[in-house]
């Protein structure tokens, strides 16, 4: 059980401590994955930049997620699931335009015109605040590699095993503290797990944009 967000990223700093002082960026997935980058940014003294996966929703149900989506070539669509629920084309082509809309949206209101943080050579540790179904988790990973960085590290406080197993099928290496034999939600195992609003995300990246 994590006191909140902050607890988390700084448990997983520890973890992480092998990738101190090499070429690191560490890459937040908002929203609450950036109070736990922040942690893990601020320990490993590495620039903090954003990658910003979006959960591709059912019809009548947007919190049912057919795939996940974070750039126009970097798509995790559930098949099995879109042919169960007859999910037509038209409607993946639609979903995936509004949330690359909102991707834009998100990454200039949180920085802006600050340009992104090469990958190129690099290691990338991708941090979120838990891990449920992975479909975020696993496009941020595509997106990532498609910037050709040295290795891929995806870390993460909780998560259920078998989304860990699906993850690190894409990343180079897991680092999940907690991989619960019983998971019901990632909140679960937070003491406050109170929602990070927009304006605590600029707070945050608007600290490491002055030390940068």
Do not use: W
């Not at 995790?76 to 879109?82: H, N, R, S």
């Not at 998560?159 to 999940?176: F, K, M, W, Y």
């Amino acid at each position: 059980m994590f006191k909140n967000r902050a607890d988390a990223g700084c448990k997983l700093a520890g973890k992480l401590t092998q990738f101190a002082k090499k070429d690191i960026i560490v890459l937040a997935i908002p929203r609450g994955g950036v109070v736990v980058a922040a942690q893990v940014a601020k320990s490993l003294n590495a620039p903090l930049d954003l990658i910003i996966p979006r959960k591709l929703g059912a019809p009548q149900n947007e919190e049912l997620a057919i795939g996940a989506v974070a750039g126009p070539n970097e798509v995790i669509l559930d098949e099995a699931l879109i042919q169960h629920l007859r999910i037509s084309k038209d409607y993946i082509r639609q979903v995936i335009a509004k949330e690359l809309k909102e991707i834009d949206r998100r990454r200039q209101l949180y920085l802006g015109d600050c340009p992104e943080i090469k990958l190129f050579g690099k290691i990338a540790i991708i941090v979120d605040d838990g891990l449920a179904t992975g479909a975020t988790a696993r496009a941020a990973i595509k997106t990532a590699r498609l910037k050709k960085p040295r290795k891929i590290v995806f870390a993460v406080p909780v998560g259920p095993r078998h989304t860990v197993e699906l993850v690190e099928q894409e990343a180079d290496e897991v680092i999940c503290l907690e991989i619960p034999t019983l998971f019901y939600a990632v909140g679960r195992h937070y003491q406050n797990f109170a929602q990070v609003n927009d304006s605590r995300v600029i707070e945050i990246l608007s600290r490491f944009k002055k030390t940068a």
